[in-house]
């Protein structure tokens, strides 16, 4: 009991997600998450300090048809997803990186 009081203490105050700066040129890494049945996805944000910092995070769970897609078509679905979904933290942006665990051809996309 006290352990998991403790736990929502630290959810409330610990500052897991950072405010967004929208300075323009500022880099925005999208991290996709893939498994069978779900997509998960974190937006972080190049701090002053040049360390990342997470702004916003989402997950999605998949539907028996998007279920049975190939791996690298999940991994691209998440992308379009995150741009869908989160589209008002990629405005202007100079650039955005998309990296992916499990995609090897996108291990890195850039995106000008």
Not at 24 to 38: A, C, K, P, R
Not at 54 to 69: D, S
Not at 83 to 96: L, T
């Amino acid at each position: 009991m006290l352990a998991m009081k403790r736990l929502k203490e630290m959810l409330v105050a610990a500052p897991a997600l950072r405010k967004v700066m929208y300075n323009e040129g500022v880099l925005i890494y999208m991290t996709i998450y893939t498994s069978l049945t779900e997509i998960g996805w974190v937006i972080n944000e190049e701090g002053e300090d040049a360390s990342l910092h997470a702004i916003r995070f989402g997950a999605m769970v998949l539907n028996e048809q998007q279920q049975g897609y190939a791996q690298v078509k999940r991994e691209l679905l998440g992308i379009v997803s995150i741009v869908k979904a989160d589209k008002d933290y990629f405005i202007c942006r100079g650039r955005i990186c998309a990296s992916s665990q499990c995609l090897q051809p996108l291990k890195r996309l850039e995106v000008a």
